[in-house]
């Protein structure tokens, strides 16, 4: 036979058939309580006939009614009285690699029509205030042009990084270090996430350009990432490719691409403007995720355990030591 719990005020009781006992005790006394009983053991009841009745006649029931009230806290104990609680939930972070081109065309002035700020300036203002949202998350940040560099592995130091971030600029164009290795970036941002036991890692991939060094092909740098289960969201920023005549749209397919096989999305902001809004989506897609509620059960059964035994102490004592003594 399986008997339902009892709840009241937040405590439940696991056994609540155990308070029949606490009924049979009240019976018990009620059924003592109409009994007649002498308040004084003795021979011949009529030496006391036309005494008043002192307040010890009077409390002859009391033990009975203190070790009655007893029972029934033991009882209560008994039935288990626990209180559900829930356990205090934590977020579950997500690992982010921030992996930004420094190619010499990041220099380029077209993010906003009226100061005219560079792509790389944009870019670089952008992921710090991107980064300094995630509080919950550790971040890293990784610079590519012809080759890829973790400049600062993932933290929850959003100074440190902001500081890393500051420091960045694109490299000149005249430089041995230009270029656009979209596959060795890819690549590096997985590896920088290869280790990390993040329910969910994500990369956030800026260029302003389509490949043009494949030391790593693009492909190649995808698979990588689906097999480490990393998702790529891209940024394809600016108007385009600068030429003689204005800006020549670009198709960025190797972002597209690497977007859409990883899980990701593809987004091509041309303005600062359009950046900020661009980071504003991402932050709304990756939210760092709520364990499963838990629950705990805290025993209550100290209190009644502790009045019923002192209630029936009490009873005892009253009972031998004032009640039946010897006046």
Same mark, same amino acid.
Do not use: N
């Given at each position: 036979?399986?008997? *339902? ?8 009781? =696991?056994?609540?058939? =155990? ?18 009983? #002498?308040? =004084?053991?003795? *021979? ?28 029934? #806290? ?47 300036d944009a870019a670089r203002e952008r992921a710090t205030e991107f980064a300094a ?26 100074? *440190?990084?902001?500081?890393? /971030? ?18 060795? #970036? +890819? ?36 698979k990588l990432a689906v097999d480490a289960k990393v998702r790529i969201h891209t ?19 190797? /972002?597209?691409? #690497? ?15 359009? /950046? ?13 995720? =709520? ?15 502790? +009045? ?9 004592? /009253?009972?031998?030591?004032? +009640?039946?003594? *010897?006046?």
């Amino acid at each position: 036979m399986t008997f *339902a719990s009892i709840e009241f005020d937040g405590w439940t009781l =696991l056994d609540p058939w =155990l308070l029949v006992i606490a009924v049979l005790f009240v019976l018990a006394a009620m059924w003592r309580q109409w009994q007649p009983r #002498a308040a =004084l053991p003795s *021979a011949q009841t009529q030496l006391f006939a036309g005494l008043p009745r002192t307040l010890r006649t009077r409390c002859v029931h009391l033990p009975l009614w203190l070790s009655t009230m007893g029972a029934m #806290a033991l009882s209560l104990a008994v039935a288990r009285p626990v209180r559900r609680e829930v356990v205090p939930q934590h977020e579950q972070g997500i690992d982010i690699v921030l992996t930004i081109d420094i190619s010499s065309s990041m220099g380029v002035e077209d993010t906003d029509d009226s100061k005219r700020p560079r792509r790389i300036d944009a870019a670089r203002e952008r992921a710090t205030e991107f980064a300094a949202s995630r509080t919950k998350d550790r971040v890293a940040f990784v610079a590519f042009s012809r080759y890829a560099e973790l400049r600062c592995p993932p933290t929850l130091d959003e100074e *440190a990084l902001a500081a890393f /971030l500051k420091s960045t600029d694109a490299v000149p164009g005249d430089s041995e270090l230009d270029g656009t290795a979209i596959g060795v #970036a +890819i690549a590096k941002s997985v590896k920088v996430l290869e280790t990390s036991d993040a329910k969910s890692r994500v990369v956030v991939l800026l260029s302003d350009g389509e490949t043009t060094v494949r030391t790593i092909e693009v492909e190649e740098a995808i698979k990588l990432a689906v097999d480490a289960k990393v998702r790529i969201h891209t940024i394809g920023l600016g108007r385009g490719q600068p030429s003689p005549f204005g800006f020549r749209p670009l198709e960025f397919s190797d /972002l597209k691409s #690497a977007a859409e096989k990883t899980g990701g999305r593809f987004f091509q902001p041309k303005t600062d403007r359009d /950046l900020a809004e661009v980071y504003a989506d991402i932050d709304r897609l990756e939210k760092s995720e =709520l364990e499963d509620p838990r629950y705990r059960y805290v025993d209550g059964f100290a209190w009644p355990l502790g +009045i019923g035994l002192l209630a029936v102490l009490l009873a005892l004592l /009253l009972e031998v030591l004032w +009640i039946r003594g *010897a006046p």
